[in-house]
């Protein structure tokens, strides 16, 4: 049975010397708000999520949506979990992916 996996947005961060010194200015970043969650269900991006976040944290969610978990011999308290960041260097997202209950 395929279970249903929750992504939340636990924290974001924002580096203002790294983007002066090294990114072209832009016009639109980040959408994902603290405390922002999502869920997946049948392994499926969900609406609204960022693409590039979404590269990051689809290996973990399959893993999990499978029965699957205990990343890295132990790395989490809750096997069925981890907590992964996206990978813009700018301003990322740390993310808590889960078992829904």
Known sequence: MIKTIKITAIRKTEYPDLMQKYENPI???CDIKVGQTFRVIGG???EGFCDSAWQTLQP???VLAGG???FFDGWMKNP???MLSCNDGFRPVSFLV???E
């Open 98 to 100: 889960e078992v829904e």
């Open 27 to 29: 016009s639109h970043a």
């Open 44 to 46: 499926n991006k969900p």
């Open 60 to 62: 973990f969610v399959e």
């Open 68 to 70: 699957g978990g205990n």
């Open 80 to 82: 069925h979990s981890a």
